[in-house]
């Protein structure tokens, strides 16, 4: 993509860059693409794909992990395992957002509806389309007949990281309750929350109380989370020390504790610091939130050339559509080379990664003819409003726009273990003690994704 593409509504990248405010934070456009193309990255270049002994496209096809093939590589996690980063500049982004929206309208009736509209409408909309392509796509096939090999593996992968969007949700859904609290005790509020996960991690290790590791989906990323309610703020005045205080944690809790080198999950290992996320998690995101902040400054200057900023507008315009796409693009690779009989060399062999760069290259360039047929759906165009007494509108919208990010992020949670695969068959997965099958999973995304643009709407002409 150039820095001419239109990001969507008529408007052009280098339009958008040209009409960017002087009080703009570029560093945080950065960040965000930055870390959504290296979780890109890092998937294409760790996914180990075999096959049997007959080396077709039929059965024995399996996606393995390259960091499991060759442990050495783990460390790596410790720089690619940039999720927190995100999560760290959408706390910042979300409280810019709802203390906005509040100062204009200081009743408060209509804030939740509207902050949740805008925060989510381009990251849902996207993704309820990818949702639907593969969703129409598996029915067609499983009616035909079709399945077997990358086919079945594919069908169960590409939803995998769903699993993200489901906790962006959260956080946003989150943001107001947490920023007041932000307000009131600052670093005490941070400070909170990591003490949470601290517990959690001892009931779970010393004391072997079960299930309660589950908690720390929500204390480990809503710390981060409230990390960027502390840049919002100004509040991170000394990162250099967050960086080496995270560090340092992280690689004393691996050296002595019971957790791994991973920063992301390993097959079949007995402990995962994604899943659940755990304490060591949480110190390798402090460590990621204080180095990025540290190296602000000379990032920033080089943000403000105009070609470097053109680029950065135009990948954000497109951010997301590549990540919902990419893991179809590089299983789609894949299923050129088993078709044309390509052999696909163990992983971590020389053979492996001379055949690595190559693979990349394709998996990019499927990747852009993807973004090109589905990036319109990143940046809708603007609705009217609808005329409406806010007041009225407003007793029930905040109730059911929590409603409606709720049943989204349970469905995008779920789908993202089910899969697309065995829609006929009732394939289910466990979802916090409930089995949620994909067309259930599909129903509550798409009604939650309904309610909140429903409501949302409606309360726009007061937002």
Same mark, same amino acid.
């Given at each position: 993509?150039?820095?001419?593409?239109?990001?969507?509504?008529?408007?052009?990248?280098?339009?958008?860059?040209?009409?960017?405010?002087?009080?703009?934070?570029?560093?945080?456009?950065?960040?965000?693409?930055?870390?959504?193309?290296?979780?890109?990255?890092?998937?294409?270049?760790?996914?180990?794909?075999?096959?049997?002994?007959?080396?077709?496209?039929?059965?024995?096809?399996?996606?393995?992990?390259?960091?499991?093939?060759?442990?050495?590589?783990?460390?790596?996690?410790?720089?690619?395992?940039?999720?927190?980063?995100?999560?760290?500049?959408?706390?910042?982004?979300?409280?810019?957002?709802?203390?906005?929206?509040?100062?204009?309208?200081?009743?408060?009736?209509?804030?939740?509806?509207?902050?949740?509209?805008?925060?989510?409408?381009?990251?849902?909309?996207?993704?309820?389309?990818?949702?639907?392509?593969?969703?129409?796509?598996?029915?067609?096939?499983?009616?035909?007949?079709?399945?077997?090999?990358?086919?079945?593996?594919?069908?169960?992968?590409?939803?995998?990281?769903?699993?993200?969007?489901?906790?962006?949700?959260?956080?946003?859904?989150?943001?107001?309750?947490?920023?007041?609290?932000?307000? %009131?005790?600052?670093?005490? +509020?941070?400070? $909170? /929350?990591?003490? =949470? @996960?601290? &517990? #959690?991690?001892?009931?779970?290790?010393? *004391?072997?109380?079960?299930?309660?590791?589950?908690?720390?989906?929500?204390?480990?990323?809503?710390?981060?989370?409230?990390?960027?309610?502390?840049?919002?703020?100004?509040?991170?005045? %000394?990162?250099?020390?967050? +960086?080496?205080? $995270? /560090?340092?944690? =992280? @690689?004393? &809790? #691996?050296?002595?504790?019971?957790?791994? *080198?991973?920063?992301?999950?390993?097959?079949?290992?007995?402990?995962?610091?994604?899943?659940?996320?755990?304490?060591?998690?949480?110190?390798?995101?402090?460590?990621?939130?204080?180095?990025?902040?540290?190296?602000?400054?000379?990032? $920033?200057?080089?943000?403000?050339?105009?070609? #470097?900023?053109?680029?950065?507008?135009?990948?954000?315009?497109?951010?997301?559509?590549?990540?919902?796409?990419?893991?179809?693009?590089?299983?789609?690779?894949?299923?050129?080379?088993?078709?044309?009989?390509?052999?696909l060399p163990a992983p971590a062999t020389g053979a492996w990664w001379a055949q690595l760069p190559p693979r990349i290259a394709a998996a990019a360039v499927l990747t852009a003819v993807l973004v090109a047929a589905f990036r319109g759906f990143e940046r809708p165009a603007a609705?009217?409003?609808?005329?409406?007494?806010?007041?009225?509108?407003?007793?029930?919208?905040?109730?059911?726009?929590?409603?409606?990010?709720?049943?989204?992020?349970?469905?995008?949670?779920?789908?993202?273990?089910?899969g697309f695969g065995g829609l006929f068959e009732g394939r289910s997965a466990l979802l916090i003690a409930v089995q949620v099958t994909a067309p259930v999973a599909v129903a509550m995304t798409l009604a939650g994704w309904a309610l909140v643009e429903l409501i949302g709407r409606?309360?726009?002409?007061?937002?």
């Amino acid at each position: 993509m150039t820095a001419t593409t239109s990001t969507g509504a008529g408007v052009s990248a280098s339009e958008l860059a040209a009409a960017t405010p002087a009080t703009r934070d570029r560093y945080v456009d950065l960040l965000r693409v930055a870390s959504l193309g290296t979780v890109v990255l890092g998937h294409w270049l760790m996914a180990a794909v075999t096959t049997g002994g007959d080396g077709g496209s039929g059965g024995g096809v399996e996606v393995g992990n390259l960091l499991a093939v060759e442990p050495r590589l783990q460390i790596l996690t410790w720089a690619l395992q940039i999720m927190p980063v995100f999560f760290f500049v959408g706390g910042f982004s979300h409280a810019l957002s709802y203390r906005s929206l509040s100062r204009r309208h200081p009743d408060g009736e209509s804030v939740y509806p509207a902050f949740l509209r805008a925060r989510l409408q381009r990251l849902l909309r996207p993704t309820m389309v990818f949702i639907g392509v593969w969703g129409a796509a598996a029915v067609l096939l499983q009616l035909a007949g079709q399945g077997g090999g990358l086919l079945d593996v594919a069908l169960r992968l590409v939803a995998q990281p769903l699993w993200f969007i489901g906790i962006y949700l959260a956080m946003v859904a989150f943001t107001p309750p947490l920023l007041k609290l932000h307000e %009131r005790y600052g670093w005490g +509020a941070f400070g $909170g /929350l990591v003490a =949470a @996960a601290a &517990l #959690v991690d001892v009931l779970r290790f010393a *004391l072997d109380v079960p299930y309660v590791e589950f908690l720390n989906f929500a204390f480990v990323w809503l710390a981060v989370h409230q990390l960027g309610f502390l840049r919002a703020d100004g509040r991170l005045t %000394r990162p250099y020390l967050l +960086a080496g205080a $995270g /560090l340092a944690g =992280a @690689a004393l &809790l #691996v050296a002595y504790g019971p957790y791994p *080198l991973s920063m992301v999950g390993m097959p079949g290992e007995k402990v995962s610091n994604m899943a659940p996320p755990t304490f060591a998690l949480l110190c390798h995101g402090l460590w990621l939130a204080g180095a990025v902040e540290w190296l602000r400054g000379p990032v $920033g200057r080089w943000l403000e050339r105009p070609k #470097v900023w053109r680029a950065v507008v135009a990948a954000n315009g497109i951010s997301m559509t590549a990540f919902l796409w990419h893991l179809s693009a590089m299983l789609g690779v894949y299923g050129v080379l088993l078709a044309l009989g390509t052999e696909l060399p163990a992983p971590a062999t020389g053979a492996w990664w001379a055949q690595l760069p190559p693979r990349i290259a394709a998996a990019a360039v499927l990747t852009a003819v993807l973004v090109a047929a589905f990036r319109g759906f990143e940046r809708p165009a603007a609705r009217p409003s609808r005329a409406g007494d806010p007041r009225r509108s407003g007793r029930y919208s905040g109730p059911a726009a929590a409603l409606g990010v709720t049943l989204c992020l349970f469905g995008v949670l779920g789908l993202s273990m089910v899969g697309f695969g065995g829609l006929f068959e009732g394939r289910s997965a466990l979802l916090i003690a409930v089995q949620v099958t994909a067309p259930v999973a599909v129903a509550m995304t798409l009604a939650g994704w309904a309610l909140v643009e429903l409501i949302g709407r409606g309360e726009r002409s007061s937002a």
